[in-house]
């Protein structure tokens, strides 16, 4: 199906919406199912009156200033782990060529943690992970860089950079004072706990700037996944698409990482779950970025309830799901 605009147009699979629809209805279903339930359940109505402003005084405070905040902030962080994901599998070519393995989240890890080291305010460190994911892509492509940056290239010297950042991030927490090595600790895990709409709105901002992007070079890359030559033949100027779509999963992973601390995973498992529901035969920016909300919004939900009244990291579940995940992908691969 071809939607027409003017002089653009954009072709549709049924399927693909399809799936993208039921994901947003997932995604809502279990926001609404986060909000709702807990300590004190909300109903439906009230969450709504809540939101309107004519709840009353104890709805509105968990509704608008506990819960929806944090619901919303998992989905925005989500969205951007799964787009992000899903532009470096398909640059790399590879279902493992994500910023968990690529050394991007391990340099946002960096720059927390030396934020959190000198006595940085939450505000800080989010731009500390920002900047040290931002620097460390830019490590990485340029040496990667020779006469073009080549998928096998960009996973290499990320997979080398990752083990370096990693080693300096033990040396970072080894050299903290017991207070700043826990703080930093607790945020290397990552977490949904405590954020408010200041979390949010600089995710959603990002998203509504970075994902026009994603869309504008998704078809661009689909031809580059079949080889540079190919792509120049038919017109694609390969190094430019690559730069920006490198850009925009950069800085989408980066601005997911200030707001929730390097949440593993999320960016590995969304792509390639939304391709097998889509059967898409490349990653699909859409379903991937909806998946990542879903995946991350659920796992937030299980992590809330599942030891109540304790709470655990979303990043706990999150690294238990993608540690299975990976076992399959692995345990296919070999068949």
């Not at 959190?116 to 989010?126: E, K, L, R, W």
């Not at 040496?143 to 080549?150: E, M, P, T, Y």
């Not at 909806?290 to 709470?311: E, I």
Request: net charge positive.
């Amino acid at each position: 199906m071809t939607v027409r605009l003017g002089p653009w147009s954009v072709r549709l699979a049924p399927r693909s919406l399809l799936v993208c629809a039921t994901l947003l209805a997932v995604g809502c279903g279990v926001g609404v199912a986060a909000v709702a339930t807990g300590e004190f359940t909300v109903s439906v109505p009230d969450i709504l009156d809540a939101l309107f402003g004519q709840g009353t005084p104890v709805a509105e405070l968990i509704v608008n200033r506990l819960r929806a905040p944090r619901v919303v902030t998992g989905l925005l962080v989500g969205a951007a782990f799964g787009a992000g994901g899903a532009i470096f599998q398909s640059l790399t070519k590879n279902p493992l060529g994500s910023p968990d393995f690529i050394g991007f989240t391990a340099g946002a890890s960096t720059g927390g943690i030396v934020a959190v080291v000198a006595g940085g305010s939450a505000m800080t460190i989010a731009g500390g992970a920002l900047a040290g994911c931002v620097v460390t892509a830019v490590l990485v492509y340029a040496l990667a860089f020779r006469r073009g940056v080549q998928g096998y290239r960009l996973v290499l010297v990320g997979i080398g950079a990752n083990t370096l950042l990693l080693a300096v991030n033990n040396y970072l927490l080894t050299r903290a004072n017991i207070n700043d090595a826990a703080t930093a600790g607790a945020w290397l895990t990552g977490s949904l706990s405590g954020r408010g709409w200041d979390h949010a709105i600089p995710v959603a901002v990002a998203l509504a700037v970075l994902l026009p992007v994603c869309a504008a070079v998704a078809r661009p890359m689909r031809m580059i996944e079949m080889g540079d030559d190919a792509a120049k033949a038919m017109g694609v100027r390969v190094e430019a698409v690559r730069a920006a779509a490198i850009t925009a999963g950069v800085l989408l992973t980066g601005v997911a990482t200030a707001a929730a601390g390097p949440v593993v995973f999320v960016a590995l498992a969304a792509p390639q779950i939304a391709r097998r529901l889509t059967r898409s035969p490349g990653v699909t920016m859409g379903a991937s970025a909806l998946m990542g909300a879903v995946l991350l919004t659920a796992s937030d939900l299980v992590a809330q309830r599942l030891l109540a009244p304790t709470q655990l990291p979303v990043g706990v579940v999150t690294a238990a799901d993608g540690g299975t995940y990976l076992a399959l992908l692995l345990r296919k691969d070999r068949h």
